[in-house]
T-cell receptor, first 115, second 112 residues
């Protein structure tokens, strides 16, 4: 089945130790998004790629970076995780050029713990 | 700033009852979507309603949109324990390529 896959599902890192979260999709969608969601809060958009074009949200800290080497994969790099970066990280995709809807398809998320 | 605001923040009902959640937003939109999130999981798209629509149905779901009041409601009829989840509204400013702005969500608990 076509889907959005995130690995790992749970990630534990140490304060200040770089960590990379990965997302892959078999939907062949041209837009990929990364959201941060803290407990009992709304998902907050960090950045997104439209094809190869990177779009950073204005309030996304410089500590967060992203890479999209090809259509299927997108990575979230946290260069120096702080305790405040502990959250669920959600990857989503959409394909606005293929249909009339703006529906986003989400992966199951990666729960990041910072010790 | 947060675009969507849901109320109530939490809702507890019995199986078989109807659940109504409301969402208000601040700026003009092209469409409004509702998503569901089970605990510790990703979001699942439920239904999309465009700014020129007033009501949509999908199974046990009914969504209304009042653009003059900048508000929407999600009604789940004959609720089931499996409907227990958080429900988020999200707004899109334009059609096609548009990012979504999510509201804070309503946590629904359906007791058997």
């Amino acid at each position: 089945d076509a889907m959005v896959i995130q690995n790992p599902r749970y990630q534990v890192t140490q304060f200040g130790k770089p960590v990379t979260l990965s997302c892959s999709q078999t939907l062949n969608h041209n837009v990929m998004y990364w959201y941060q969601q803290k407990s009992s809060q709304a998902p907050k958009l960090l950045f997104h790629y439209y094809d190869k074009d990177f779009n950073n949200e204005a309030d996304t800290p410089d500590n967060f970076q992203s890479r999209r080497p090809n259509t299927s994969f997108c990575f979230l790099d946290i260069r120096s995780p702080g305790l405040g970066d502990a959250a669920m990280y959600l990857c989503a995709t959409s394909s606005p050029m293929r249909g009339p809807t703006d529906t986003q398809y989400f992966g199951p998320g990666t729960r990041l713990t910072v010790l | 700033s947060q675009q969507g605001e849901e109320d109530p923040q939490a809702l507890s009902i019995q199986e078989g009852e109807n659940a109504t959640m409301n969402c208000s937003y601040k700026t003009s939109i092209n469409n409004l979507q509702w998503y569901r999130q089970n605990s510790g999981r990703g979001l699942v798209h439920l239904i999309l309603i465009r700014s020129n629509e007033r009501e949509k149905h999908s199974g046990r779901l009914r969504v209304t949109l009042d653009t003059s009041k900048k508000s929407s409601s999600l009604l789940i009829t004959a609720s089931r324990a499996a409907d227990t989840a958080s429900y988020f509204c999200a707004t899109a400013a334009t059609s096609g390529y548009s990012t979504l702005t999510f509201g804070k969500g309503t946590m629904l608990l359906v007791s058997p």
